[in-house]
T-cell receptor, first 113, second 112 residues
Framework: EAGVTQSPTHLIKTRGQQATLRCSPISGHTSVYWYQQALGLGLQFLLWYDEGEERNRGNFPPRFSGRQFPNYSSELNVNALELEDSALYLC????????????FGSGTQLSVL | GESVGLHLPTLSVQEGDNSIINCAYSNSASDYFIWYKQESGKGPQFIIDIRSNMDKRQGQRVTVLLNKTVKHLSLQIAATQPGDSAVYFCAENLQGAQKLVFGQGTRLTINP
């Protein structure tokens, strides 16, 4: 069974540009979560989607947004990139509501120059 | 506030010894706790979880202990192996929030 897949593995952008990160959950999972992991730091919760709807959002500015498609895959968009957005962005999935155990992908390393 | 803290940022142990990684959580309303292992270049991998109605749970070579009185969580790894080298994160879920809050992580290094 395939795990959570993320693309691209690495992404290099310049300040002010937009970045789009993609995630495919484990087959059968309806919930997708996004976390930001800055170098040497823990995971900061960004967004949670379930059944196509945004269910919860972390303390990030509105330029961080996303969506979930009917096939449960998800995109994370970061507009007006800033240097401090450089981080590993991790996607995780779970079978659905009230299932707290998350399965993580390997992440997208975003570098903003 | 939202925080799950760790007592030690790094831990070095001899191969074959037991490792204990500690974690303090701040929210007494959290009802689910989980430990993840993150190796370099990889995403976090599930190790073991525990609900607040339990105080101990065992897996293969790992044990999680939960002390709700002092809001403390620990991960014990028996007979530590080189492959156990990684950063270990604890996380808590506030009842009903369905949002895991992660600690800063502890780097476990195994000495030969």
């Amino acid at each position: 069974e395939a795990g959570v897949t993320q693309s691209p593995t690495h992404l290099i952008k310049t300040r002010g540009q937009q970045a789009t990160l993609r995630c495919s959950p484990i087959s059968g999972h309806t919930s997708v979560y996004w976390y930001q992991q800055a170098l040497g730091l823990g995971l900061q919760f960004l967004l949670w989607y379930d059944e196509g709807e945004e269910r919860n959002r972390g303390n990030f500015p509105p330029r961080f947004s996303g969506r979930q498609f009917p096939n449960y895959s998800s995109e994370l968009n970061v507009n007006a990139l800033e240097l401090e957005d450089s981080a590993l962005y991790l996607c995780a999935s779970s079978p659905g509501l009230y299932n707290e155990k998350l399965f993580f992908g390997s992440g997208t390393q975003l570098s903003v120059l | 506030g939202e925080s799950v803290g760790l007592h030690l940022p790094t831990l070095s142990v001899q191969e074959g010894d037991n490792s204990i990684i500690n974690c303090a959580y701040s929210n007494s309303a959290s009802d689910y706790f989980i430990w993840y292992k993150q190796e370099s270049g990889k995403g976090p991998q599930f190790i073991i979880d525990i609900r607040s109605n339990m105080d101990k749970r065992q897996g293969q070579r790992v044990t999680v202990l939960l002390n709700k009185t002092v809001k403390h969580l620990s991960l014990q790894i028996a007979a530590t192996q080189p492959g156990d080298s990684a950063v270990y994160f604890c996380a808590e879920n506030l009842q009903g929030a369905q949002k895991l809050v992660f600690g800063q992580g502890t780097r476990l290094t195994i000495n030969p």
